[in-house]
């Protein structure tokens, strides 16, 4: 009887059932308990309400994305890129969609100046800093690693890893005078593959790895978490180039050997920040969560 019922699906159906009676009251008796807790994957969870994070390079893509999830959650953000009428694109969006919170600025990441400009905006915006999210990354050259003009190699480092370690260096006193914290760096798959056409980003990449993971180790005693993530190909406009043709993301898809067979969408990476910026994350530090569909990425 039972082995029929369990052929039939039945008996899963029951069973289903029945613990649905027995874990519906305990989940609303966790989330009103807990209400900084998430009981389950869902953007309507409030596990950040009061916090204020700094995300770099957040008015398109995965930036924009980590931006919108984080407010979702309850933390106000600041946002930066270049260009101002970026900005205030991105906050008129995330405006329509009831996100309020939200104040940015213009400048360029590398830029000490600009760094220094973004940080005290923020304190002057919401008066703390819980979250940096150094988002940002360029990858202005495409060709054999011997290939790469030093210019470019040294503008590549500036921008990848010197500017998220300057940010983190900035960020710091005022993350301590809250008692703690949490950084994340937007490493790449590229940073364990180094994918070809594009290993001088990758080395770079390599870097956020390792950096993230000495900066765990040096923020520890201050109760700050170090982490991040390493996107496969995901469509923005930076990818764009890849797979915005005919059987692109086919082609993507099986080349990199990508198990889940698609490429996937900033949104997938905002998910795992929220998450690791969160109290959920508490005992996470020095780690990088690989985003990539399943493709084979380890150092
Ligand atoms: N897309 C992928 O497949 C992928 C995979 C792995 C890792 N990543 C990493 O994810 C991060 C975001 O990439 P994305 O794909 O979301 O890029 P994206 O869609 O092209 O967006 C880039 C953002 O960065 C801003 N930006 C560019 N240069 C800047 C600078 N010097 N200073 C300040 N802001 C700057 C841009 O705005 P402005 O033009 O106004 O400056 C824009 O808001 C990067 O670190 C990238 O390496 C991406």
């Not at 027995?22 to 969870?45: D, E």
């Not at 890893?161 to 900035?170: D, E, I, N, P, T």
Request: glycine share 12%.
């Amino acid at each position: 009887m039972t082995a029929d019922l369990f052929s039939q699906g039945r008996l899963h159906l029951f069973n289903y059932n029945v613990a649905s009676l027995i874990t519906t009251p305990l989940l609303v008796f966790f989330s009103i308990s807990f209400p900084g807790n998430c009981a389950m994957s869902s953007s309507r969870c409030r596990r950040l309400e009061g916090k204020v994070a700094i995300v770099t390079a957040a008015t398109k893509g995965i930036g924009l994305a980590i931006a919108e999830r984080l407010l979702d959650e309850g933390a106000s953000v600041v946002i930066g890129s270049r260009n101002q009428k970026n900005v205030d694109e991105a906050i008129k969006e995330l405006h329509s969609k009831g996100l309020k919170n939200v104040a940015g600025l213009a400048g360029h990441i590398a830029k000490p100046e600009d760094q220094k400009k973004l940080v005290d905006f923020t304190l002057q915006k919401f008066g703390k800093i819980d979250i940096l999210v150094n988002n940002h990354g360029i990858n202005p050259a495409f060709g054999h690693i011997l290939e790469v003009q030093d210019e470019v190699w040294d503008k590549l480092f500036e921008v990848n890893v010197k500017a998220g370690f300057q940010m983190s260096k900035l960020v710091h006193p005022h993350l301590i005078k809250q008692g703690g914290g949490s950084i994340i760096f937007n490493a790449s798959y590229g940073g364990y593959k180094s994918p070809p056409g594009i290993a001088a980003y990758g080395v770079t990449k390599t870097a956020l790895i390792g950096l993230t993971k000495a900066m765990a180790n040096g923020l520890s005693k201050d109760n700050i978490r170090v982490n991040g993530i390493a996107p496969g190909v995901i469509k923005t406009k930076m990818s764009r180039a890849l797979w915005d043709h005919e059987d692109g993301e086919k082609n993507v898809s099986e080349g990199q050997e990508i198990q889940l067979g698609r490429l996937g969408v900033p949104e997938e990476c905002a998910g795992a920040v929220a998450f690791l910026v969160s109290e959920d994350a508490s005992y996470i530090t020095g780690e990088m969560i690989v985003i990539a569909g399943g493709v084979h990425a380890r150092l």
